[in-house]
């Protein structure tokens, strides 16, 4: 067991090292904020500000199962307005945990197909006229304009 220690230890040193690492390079929003990242910008808005209303629609998960929404949301095509950042071609939907969810723009224009609902009171990424419910990001705090 003593012969084992050093490695232990080592492999205990690294992991903490990888964890402050990756800690300090992810993005710190305030409570109720999200950032926007363009080419140009990077800017923080305060979502409780925006115009939620009421949205409704059906989402079918991998099982083939649907799942109906009824929520207040914001549709995801009025970011770019917001930031004066008309001229792009996908959006990115960030979760506070890295995982991201891609949208052409011509999806994020369709009527009534990306939102971003209130649940719990952080942001949820809805895409109601998918297939399945992949692009479903949960705890979004950042979004990308490309």
């Known amino acids: ?3 084992y220690l050093p490695i ?3 492999l205990l040193f690294v992991t903490a090292a990888a964890g402050i690492f990756y800690l300090s ?3 710190r929003v305030g409570k109720d904020e999200i950032l926007v990242r363009t080419p140009d910008s990077e800017i923080v808005l305060q979502y ?7 949205m409704e629609g059906e989402q079918t998960n991998q099982k083939g199962e649907t799942k109906h929404f009824r929520a207040k ?3 995801l095509s009025g970011i770019p307005e917001q930031v004066a950042h008309r001229d792009y ?3 990115t939907v960030i979760s506070d945990d890295e995982y991201s969810a891609v949208l052409t723009r011509e999806e ?3 009527p009534n197909n990306a939102w971003l609902i209130l649940e719990d009171g952080e942001l949820r990424l809805v895409v109601l006229q998918d297939p399945n419910t ?3 990001v949960k705890h979004v705090v950042r979004i990308e304009l490309r």
């Open 73 to 75: 949301g914001y549709a």
């Open 25 to 27: 390079t992810r993005d």
């Open 8 to 10: 232990i230890l080592i």
């Open 89 to 91: 071609t996908q959006i």
């Open 134 to 136: 992949k692009r479903s």
């Open 108 to 110: 994020v224009l369709l």
């Open 1 to 3: 067991m003593k012969k």
């Open 48 to 54: 409780t500000a925006w115009p939620f209303t009421d």
